[in-house]
Nanobody, 119 residues
Framework: QVQLEESGGGLVQAGGSLRLSCQAS????????MGWFRQAPGKDRAFVAR????????FYADSVKGRFTISADNAKNTVYLQMNSLKLEDTAVYFC????????????WGQGTQVTVSS
């Protein structure tokens, strides 16, 4: 049973930083993509960033490019999202997800962690 558990959310002032973590368990994730999505109140869930467990560069939504960094620690089965220069519009519930490859659907999701950016 695949489980993804997010942590690290909280309340931060605009311009501040947070680091989210996603602990993955239940299978071997070699070859999988891991992603972060977010859902703001009244809006659809939106892609934020993704990375392959096998390494390489992350891929980002334009709205977070240059401010957020996704990384993966294979030894710990953990994916991180470092969020810097946070803006009010980054306020959302952030979800971790996994998929079996680049053309597969995101089929496992965590429960989400709330990030609130205040002025």
């Amino acid at each position: 049973q695949v489980q993804l558990e997010e942590s690290g959310g909280g309340l931060v002032q605009a311009g501040g930083s947070l680091r989210l973590s996603c602990q993955a368990s239940g299978r071997t994730f070699r070859g999988y993509d891991m992603g972060w999505f977010r859902q703001a109140p009244g809006k659809d869930r939106a892609f934020v960033a993704r990375i392959s467990w096998t390494g390489g560069s992350g891929f980002y939504a334009d709205s977070v490019k240059g401010r957020f960094t996704i990384s993966a620690d294979n030894a710990k089965n953990t994916v991180y999202l470092q969020m810097n220069s946070l803006k009010l519009e980054d306020t959302a519930v952030y979800f971790c997800a996994s998929r079996a490859g680049a053309v597969r659907p995101w089929d496992y999701w965590g429960q989400g962690t709330q990030v609130t950016v205040s002025s």
